[in-house]
């Protein structure tokens, strides 16, 4: 279609979330398209979203612990500044109280807003390792993604239309709070999120305890 001029229609006006600066210097690659973690607290994957509203535009960031799927952070915004995903951030550092000695990476696309000098401090004050994937290739951040498709694909789409950012926001808590707690997840064996990871501590107590 390129080739001969074409495009196809879309509906309403395409929103762009993902604005880099090629002149920015960018952390590694840390990830190598690799999701994977053995434990919780190794590996964050971080993304925002946008939902239409009868007001406009609403963004809608998450923060994904890999381990189990964990959404550790989450933040509705009538703008994509570099404040909304930090908020993002400071809630999934608290809701995680990390300890010092463990490596955690931070994987994110090249958006502005993630690689942004307060952004990037922050995440050196907390100990963080930043990781960025390449410009316009979702597969880099593939499971933030497909995070983003159940969130638009189960509450949003078939909830919606959506008023207001209080609307979003409210519902944005619910599936947060379901997702966690009651959605099974195929690749955890078919439990939820905050299972998976009460599992993992349980087996290490018991670990701990063989071994002392």
Not at 66 to 82: E, K, L, P, Q
Not at 154 to 177: M, Q
């Amino acid at each position: 279609m390129r080739r001969l001029g074409l495009q196809g229609v879309v509906r309403g006006k395409p929103v762009r979330t993902t604005v880099s600066n090629p002149l920015t210097p960018y952390p590694l690659d840390r990830v190598k398209r690799q999701f994977t973690a053995e434990r919780p607290n190794q590996l964050w994957v971080s993304d925002f979203t946008y939902v239409s509203t009868w007001q406009g535009w609403v963004y809608v960031a998450f923060i994904i612990d890999v381990f189990a799927r964990s959404i550790v952070g989450w933040r509705v915004s009538r703008s994509m500044t570099t404040d909304f995903v930090l908020d993002a951030l400071e809630q999934a550092l608290c809701a995680r109280q990390l300890e010092r000695d463990q490596t955690l990476i931070h994987h994110s696309d090249k958006g502005s807003q993630y690689v942004s000098i307060r952004y990037t401090e922050r995440l050196q004050e907390a100990g963080i390792d930043p990781s960025v994937g390449s410009t316009g290739d979702s597969y880099d951040n593939a499971l933030a993604e497909t995070i983003n498709g159940l969130y638009k694909a189960e509450p949003i789409h078939r909830r919606g239309p959506w008023k207001s950012a209080d609307a979003v926001e409210w519902a944005t808590l619910e599936w947060v709070s379901w997702f966690n707690q009651q959605r099974l997840m195929a690749p955890l064996g078919y439990v939820p999120p905050a299972e998976a990871e009460a599992n993992y501590y349980r087996q290490l107590g018991q670990s701990t305890s063989v071994a002392a």
